[in-house]
């Protein structure tokens, strides 16, 4: 797709989609009445396979839906969610809104920069970790909010969040968050976003 | 403390387990709804118009009325469910679907019975993905336990719900956006003529309701509508859940009868200014609040007709509070980039205004700002409330409104230091 | 929507249908109130927020472009109301703010609506001390378009155009908020035939076309209503010249015909400087060499030609070719008959025995389908025409009424069109040739289970014993056969027949179509490809009719036309071109008058061409025919004459000239009375004169009635050649009207063999390997392409396409070209 203001930057190449994830596709389509309406979770398991919105998956979610490129672009480039770049493992989501900006997310965002070494919208060069502002979580009452692969982690001082990231960085057990659930790599949060799997009991029936 | 919360949403919230399908039916969860499928559909939507039901997504619309514009003899027609909270400071929709998610099909079901819908749709916002697994848990809980699926209660009545995660855009939150984004579309809102109740999902009639406002419905049913009018105001009948946050010793939602003093909700429920500070101003609705109240609107009334009467919005009802020693000025520009951010860039005076205004309001806020600027966000702000496609663009205005009326000494002294002269 | 409401705007009362939007409305008083995004042919959209209004008893102002009005609202626009100009004047601020100051440089500079708002009342310095939304520019979205993005004021006026209009979604918006913006997906250009159209609805510089950009200003032009004449659309134009040559044409409005469209062809296609192969004065052969000479002296070489011809007997040709106006075109059948005394004379590129003359000369005579028509019937069948490439704005029309007004769409033939996508189309695929086989079983169930009733005539054709072996060759279910039954049987005479003229190549399909049409009383209309075919027909250019639709054999309908003409006519039928041609080297004289048989006809045309004895060519251009021609006349092209031209409707519509002539050219007509001069012929010299008497031949209108029963043909099957060839011209292809169109000829697709995935498995042929196609006459050589919408059996293969001609393999003597297909 055109990145706004120039030609869009180098992009992997990527595989076409799985058989599995046209399947998974299909299924999805047939949930609505118009199969337009799974467009988004389409661009969601895309996003599961290459990390990002592929040019690869706009091509196969277009043919599917029998849509333009430029039709599947312009709700792909709508939605924040949905990342034209490869994201890391774990997405580390800021939210900078007042009630966290108030509660010392200026100190989390910088404590995270350094420790990680990137910027809002970069990518640790392991590819582990994508650190991103977010507009308002909703999880004001545990401010400041840091979304991990949108599980929140709520009231973080910065040497918990860089603990956090170290973990999830390095691979080892990550703290739960206060309610909610352990994180999930990349590939399976997009699996669940897109409305596939999921309402795991366990997962699903976590602390509150 | 002196005040207690009246639970009525959120009565199960402290029971182990809430969530599951068990511990719903063990207080009486699904009665309502036999009792609703038993009921002709037009006698539900009565009860609901009488109890008084007010939207809770923002703007109050009474709930049976606009079930009653649906046309149910030409299926099909839809429900949705909108679940895309994203306003700046308001978290409740999301925690009543974490704590209790099968209060909300309860309510979905019987409103779809009133209506006619054999589905229904919770449009979720996707970044919560623990809200939506527990939805997503209670859907399949419930189609195992027979209150959804075929042949409801044995009353013929067949419902299906489909939950549908968004993808990031706050603007889906607005109603006909939400309809084009669950269309696979652009989140952009529509046209009206034709209104969703005409011509909505699909082109059918359609009835769009908060999870709030859904998730009080089975206790009307179960209670009756006198019951629900005996909480609140003649005007804004029932409980209000109420997100508190910012600097508040204990944020959270807590649910009261409309009606109850915001001073209530901060000082008492809410414990109060944190660090023994004093309370500079706090906003009744989110950051759509226009104006932000100062400390001298601490007695007002939180339901829809005293916060209107006091100049302000009650919105979704999110109390976002600030100390005396947080910068207004600076909370204002990050609403402003919010709208900025979120404007879904269809109309021109909320797409170029907001750009225009979070540039102004950036310069205001990092020192840079000159006097004429207070007069021009002003001039800009008006020509964008009331001229803008959606209420997104009225509710850009509340920043520069809330730092214009009530705060302007803060935005002169920005100026006159070259800089913040607050802390936070 | 019937009920009428009553709306004062302004103070000035007005009664409109309820439901009427307020802008509408006003527009009824003349009252303009100032918008962007509105488009009154596109869906309200409410987005650039420049059209509010006051309305009184509402708070805020509302946008003109989305409120209808309801009984008894007051509205008051800029030009009474403060709240009205307050709201305008800030959108216009905001739509600012990010818009470059490049007005002198912009093309749109002198007709652009920000420009005049701006000057009007626009403020007049920004208060923007911001920074301003910038673009690296521009972006190139197909080889015609050009977007400016920084210019852009979001309106959404050209995706909403190609959205809900023309169907070519390749552009869209991207990104959201102040970024949000037009864009074509990288490597999926803007592909439309009607992409100049987004051009011309831009209300700002945003758009512009490569043709036009930077050539002229639009205060510096002179325009002049034309008519379209490159197909039998009938499109109304503004050609738009500076220093005598056409520098742009634009779409003109006529709600009844193309509404406010035209397609890039009759856009981008006209010559821009003087081609080289523009014919500008006489030439005359001379030692094998055409070589200039004056008017008289070539006018008395035919005289003397035709002279000694006519003294031998020998037979003299006349063929034209659908490119003239109507008043050459009856110059042209009086010349021929009257002053040649041939019946020799035929303007079609196809032969159709015996049944089609009475089609045409009942249809001539009675009223036929309309875009109107067609906008509001429930069902249309379409027959053997291919509307995107053969007449675009009738498919623009078509996808309106399935998109707008949920009518339904069949067709019948061997390929499916571009509108079997829309919703409630349907293509029901038959081998060529059958299609009058299935014309018939239609009918059939729609007599027998559904009892309509037919006339004799076409009874006995449904009884025909070939009725069901050509069914059966068409490889069709009974499914579609019915389904498409009960669809006639439910739209009765509401249903509309359109049938493309190569429905004529098809055996009794033409006969059996308008028998249909009679039976059901339903609209009948016949597509063309060609613009002048339609004035061409009914002046006679046709072996077996004469002007009006009158039939030779009538000695009544003669004798009409003896006594205008003051001339007898020979009163027997003439031979069709195909059979001319055939026999070029007895003919005295051949004719060809905007006729270029050695392209049409390939191989067979052009050695008919060489082995004519004497050849008059009277063209634009020299063609490949006529440049094998004894002499040849120059002709003035479509915007340098005036004249009339004819639609497939049967809609007349004259145009002015707009252009100087070309060299020494003359009007068809004025060359067609020079030449009966030297022959010392009495001709109506003036134009007026013509006209009057094409006046008193009009018939009166009269009901079309049914025709002999048909005469279908089974296909022979050729086991050499067991592929049946399916050919037709695409909108832009290699003709001659298109050479030197530059830009325009890039969009030009590519050719390619396209083939059913099932033959092609069959054949071991995969997308784009080479495919060889051959038929007695020849063969070519091209990429495959796999598509479901042809019929099993068939491949099709652009008539005329740069590089790859399926005209080069059409014979002239089946109705079917047989051809044998491998991979290569
Ligand atoms: C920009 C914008 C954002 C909105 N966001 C939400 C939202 O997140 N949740 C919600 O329930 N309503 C939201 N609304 C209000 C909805 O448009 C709609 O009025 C509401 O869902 C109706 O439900 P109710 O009648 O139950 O309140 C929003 C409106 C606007 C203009
Ligand atoms: S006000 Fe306009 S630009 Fe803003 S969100 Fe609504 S429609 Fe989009
Ligand atoms: S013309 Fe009405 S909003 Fe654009």
Known sequence: ?208 | MKAAQTRVLTARWGDRGSHTIAASLASGGYEALRKALATPPAAVTEMVKVAGLRGRGGAGFPTGVKWGFIKRDEPPTYLVCNADEGEPGTFKDRELMERDPHQLIEGMVIASWAIGAAESYVYCRGEFAFAARRVERAISEAYERGTLGRNIFGSGFDHDVILHRGAGAYICGEETALLESLEGRRGQPRVRPPFPAQEGLYARPTVINNVETISCVPHIVANGPEWFRKFGTEKSPGTKIFSVSGDVERPGNYEVPFGTPARVLIEELAGGITGGRKLKAYTPGGASSTPVFGASKLDVNMDWESVQAAGSLLGTGAMMVFADDACVVRAMERFMRFYARESCGKCTPCREGTYWLAQIMRRLEAGQGRDEDLDLMMDVQANIGGRSFCALGDFATAPVISVAKEFVDEARLHIRNKGCPFER | MSAEVTVTIDGREIAVPAGTLVIRAAEMLDIYIPRFCDHPALAPHGACRQCMVEVEGQRKPLTACTTPVTQGMAVRTQHTSEMAREAQRGVLEMLLINHPLDCPVCDKGGECPLQDQTLAFGPGASRFAGEKRRYPKPVRISPLILLDRERCVLCARCTRFSSEISGDRFIALFERGALQQVAAYEDEPYESPFSGNIVQICPVGALTAEPFRFRARPFDLTSTPSVCTLCASGCRTIVQTRRGEVARILASEDPEVNEEWICDKGRFSFPRAQRPDRATEPLVRKDGELVAVSWAEAAALVAERVGSARERGAPIGVLSGGRLADEDAYALSRFARGVLGTADVDSRSWTADGEEDAVFASMLGSPGATYSDIEVSPLVLLLGCDPREESPILHLRLRKALNRRGSALFEVGPRATALAREPGARSILCSPGTEAGVLLSVAWLLVNPFGLPVDDATKEGLSSPGRAALRDASGVADEPVLALAEALRAAGGRAVILAGERLSRSPGALAVAWNLACALGARFGHVPRRGGFRGELWAGLHPRLLPGGRRVEDPAARAEVERVWGASLPPVAGRCARAILSEAGSLGALFLVGADPASDFAGFGASAVEAAPFVVAQDLFLTESSRRADVVLPARGPAERAGTSTDWEGRAAEFEAAVAPAGLSLADRDILAMLSGALGEAFPTRTRDLRAEMRVLERSPQAPAAVGAPTPALPEPDGLRPFSLVTYPLLLDAGTMLAGSGALLEIARRACVEMHPGDAAALGVSPGDPVRVASAMGEIVGPARLSAGLARGSVFVPANQEGLRALALVDPFAPVTAVRVERA
């Open chain 1, 1 to 208: 797709m055109s990145a706004p203001g120039g030609p869009s930057p180098r992009r992997p190449a990527f595989a076409p989609l799985a058989e599995e994830t046209r399947a998974a596709m299909r299924r999805l389509m047939a949930r609505y009445p118009n199969p337009r309406s799974a467009l988004m979770s389409m661009l969601y398991l895309v996003q599961a396979e290459h990390g990002c919105v592929s040019e690869a998956g706009i091509e196969e979610v277009a043919g599917m839906l029998d849509l333009t490129k430029a039709e599947v672009a312009s709700v792909a480039t709508f939605y924040t969610m949905l990342k034209r770049e490869p994201l890391g493992r774990y997405l580390v989501s800021v939210c900078t809104q007042p009630p966290c900006a108030l509660a010392g997310a200026g100190s989390l965002r910088r404590a995270l920069e350094e420790e990680l070494g990137v910027g809002f919208g970069q990518t640790t060069p392991d590819g582990a970790i994508t650190l991103e502002e977010v507009e308002c979580v909703c999880v004001c009452d545990g401010a400041p909010a840091v979304q991990v692969n949108y599980e929140s982690y709520e009231h973080l001082t910065p040497e918990a969040a860089v603990e956090l990231v170290r973990k999830l960085r390095s691979g080892g057990a990550v703290p739960p968050p206060v309610h909610g659930s352990v994180p999930v790599p990349r590939e399976a949060i997009h699996r669940e976003l897109a409305g596939l799997g999921g309402h795991d009991p366990d997962r699903g029936g976590g602390e509150s």
